[in-house]
């Protein structure tokens, strides 16, 4: 493979335990997409910020496309929101967000995250469609 298209390949990484948290880096496009799984733990979150702080293709202003679609369950307490919040999220207040969502649930566990982020380039969208339409924007 030649350098110039390796650089062009995602950077994708498991999450946890690898079964359905998942996140690609887009480098070219400066956009990172994660996948969440059926069960969102604070350890898969500080995982998940370690991993793109690690990556060296990685910038803070990148924007993000985060997948809640197939969540069913939190585990997250109002402390763990708010140490995210203040201390684990990497992405600049500048980013645009992109959070795509199919139940009430996951729509709030959303707008939660906008709240406590205080972001204006944060949206909640009901397809990928919609939400890459708007990051592209």
Known sequence: MSEARAMCQPHRYAIGDGKGASFSLYPEQRLVVITLGSRVTVNELEEYARFLQQDPAFQPTFS???????????????DDMMRMADEIDPFSYEAKRAFVV????QAHAAR????????RNFEIFRSMEEAQRWIHA
Do not use: G, Y
């Open 64 to 78: 993000e496309i985060a997948d809640m679609r197939s969540i069913q369950e939190v585990d997250l307490q109002a």
């Open 102 to 105: 199919k139940t009430p649930s």
């Open 112 to 119: 939660m995250h906008k709240i406590l982020l205080a972001h």
